[in-house]
């Protein structure tokens, strides 16, 4: 991956299980370091919604629970980083989610990049409940809770009155799932990283400001 002569840009990789609240937390960071939040989830639903060849092949995969094969996710996430908003760094959420991800993009980046890998975990309970009782903002991709944070109004977005949706896939047979195949292809990323002293693991049973304060300290 390119890093536009920027050698010293600050990648860092989010790790975790669907529902951990890496989203939420990318974009805590991405507001506090200024480095754009890169979700590959939400550049795939992105293509679905204007109708691309990409979205077309993603689509019933998505839906499904499973992974969009490497070579389209690969392309996709690179595209996105040659952007110059990417030059000083970035977050990446939710890629790589694959041991082939994680070598093409080492490889890209090459040995001195600034790699800081944030591995989120929660229990499997937590995050079934997290995920399977979750809202998103149609406009601006918030994320609520039907329990744990309930909108003001119901269906309707706090802070920019959009339309609030359940994910297809975030439905409780699909989300099982998705919590299968986060374990059998994604976890292995956690050694990966470990091993090369990039990654710190955080604990996500607790407040969100809690969870950000613990990972802000490890990307300073
Ligand atoms: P997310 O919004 O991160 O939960 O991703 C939603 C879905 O998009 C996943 O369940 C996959 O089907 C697909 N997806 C997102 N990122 C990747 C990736 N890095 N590799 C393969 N599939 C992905």
């Known amino acids: 991956m390119e ?8 990648v860092i990789i989010l790790l975790g299980p669907p529902g951990v609240g890496k989203g939420s937390q990318a974009e805590k960071i991405a507001a506090k370091l200024h480095l754009p939040h890169i979700s590959t989830g939400d550049l795939l639903r992105e293509n679905i919604k204007n ?23 690969n392309e996709m ?15 990446l959420d939710g890629y790589p989610r694959t041991t082939a991800q994680a070598e093409v993009l080492s490889k890209h980046l090459g040995s001195d990049a600034n790699i800081k890998v944030v591995n989120f975990f929660a229990s499997d309970k937590t ?15 918030t994320s609520f809770h039907r329990e744990f944070k309930k909108p003001k109004e119901e ?16 439905h409780m ?9 986060y374990k059998e292809q994604t976890e292995p990323l956690i050694k990966f990283f470990d ?20 990972t802000l300290d490890f990307l300073k």
């Open 3 to 10: 890093n536009h002569g920027t050698k010293n840009a600050l």
């Open 51 to 73: 109708g691309t060849d990409l979205g077309k092949k993603a689509k019933d995969i998505m839906e499904e629970g499973k992974l969009v094969p490497d070579t389209l996710i």
């Open 77 to 91: 996430a690179f595209d996105r980083v040659k952007h110059p908003d990417c030059k000083e760094g970035y977050i």
């Open 127 to 141: 995050v079934a409940a997290r995920i399977s009782g979750r809202l998103i903002c149609r406009k601006c991709k």
């Open 155 to 170: 269906g309707i977005c706090d802070k920019c009155g959009g339309e609030l949706y359940q994910r297809p896939d975030d």
């Open 173 to 181: 047979d699909t989300v099982l799932k998705r919590l299968q195949v």
């Open 195 to 214: 091993q090369k002293k990039l990654l710190k693991t955080i604990h996500c049973e607790k407040g969100m400001d809690e969870i950000f304060n613990e």
